[in-house]
């Protein structure tokens, strides 16, 4: 809202996590979260499905990881062989 950006400037939402390694399975713990948390407060179906949709692609924008746990193991041995040669 105008009033939180006026009071405290852009929330900078994405780079206020970028400390935070965020990939796949975080997204979809957080995704679930949020959805168990509309459930017990009783959110009506439809906006439920239009939140959860929001939240996923917030959440997807907010990954500073690629792909599954495995491939972000797979991409950092791979940098590894890759720097190992290097002197």
């Known amino acids: 809202p105008p009033i939180y950006v006026e009071k405290r ?5 994405r780079a206020r996590h970028l400390p935070f390694s965020i ?42 990881q690629a792909g599954s746990p495995a491939e972000q193991m797979l991409a950092k041995l791979d940098a590894e062989s890759k720097g190992q040669g290097k002197t």
Not at 28 to 36: K, L, S
């Open 9 to 13: 400037g852009h929330p900078m939402l």
């Open 23 to 64: 990939g796949e399975a975080e997204r979809d713990q957080w995704v679930a979260c949020m959805i168990v948390a509309m459930e017990e407060e009783g959110v009506e179906e439809n906006l439920r499905k239009s939140l959860t949709e929001a939240f996923y692609k917030t959440a997807d924008w907010m990954r500073n």
